[in-house]
């Protein structure tokens, strides 16, 4: 499996973490990376998502909110000068476990930007945006890499 057949938004057991950064360097995408290990709600996810993300490269302020989240993200990706975007969420299970509907509304938010910035033109051109959900459980599967 390679990270270029893979949908939008893709789970993953954390063990993976190494192999899709491998995947990732060796496709040259640009990695954002979002530590949810201490992110239980919207509050949370967008104060870590303002901690980890550059948000000074894109000249933006921190998201309130979900239509700010989206509007961000947007800035985020234009500042990355990149055709390719990951984001790499980890831990992501603390927020599965502690508040689900938040966990689905980020992923919407992060979905839809993903769906538009493939279609229209983002800074030089359309950007393939991937959201890469990285949990600890039985439900994330391993990403077996090609051999």
């Known amino acids: 499996m390679t990270i270029e057949g893979l949908p939008t938004t893709s789970a993953?057991?954390?063990?993976?973490?190494?192999?899709l950064e491998q995947q990732f360097e060796a496709r040259g995408v640009a990695v954002l990376r979002l530590d949810g290990s201490e992110v239980a709600d919207?509050?949370?996810?967008?104060?870590?998502?303002?901690?980890?993300v550059d948000l000074d490269q894109a000249e933006v302020s921190p998201p309130q909110s979900w239509n700010a989240l989206n509007d961000?993200?947007?800035?985020?990706?234009a500042a990355q000068h990149n055709?390719?975007?990951?984001?790499v969420w980890t831990h992501v299970e603390v927020i599965m476990q502690q508040s689900l509907n938040d966990?689905?509304?980020t992923i919407a938010v992060f979905t839809a930007v993903a769906d538009s910035?493939?279609?229209?033109?983002v800074g030089a051109g359309p950007i393939k945006f991937q959201?890469?959900?990285?949990?600890?459980?039985?439900?994330?599967?391993?990403f077996v890499p090609p051999v």
């Open 103 to 105: 966990l689905l509304t």
């Open 117 to 121: 910035a493939q279609s229209k033109s």
């Open 12 to 19: 993953f057991h954390i063990d993976s973490l190494a192999d």
């Open 42 to 52: 919207r509050a949370s996810m967008l104060r870590r998502f303002a901690i980890d």
């Open 72 to 77: 961000v993200m947007w800035s985020v990706l």
């Open 83 to 87: 055709s390719w975007v990951a984001l």
């Open 131 to 142: 959201l890469f959900l990285l949990g600890d459980g039985t439900m994330f599967p391993p």
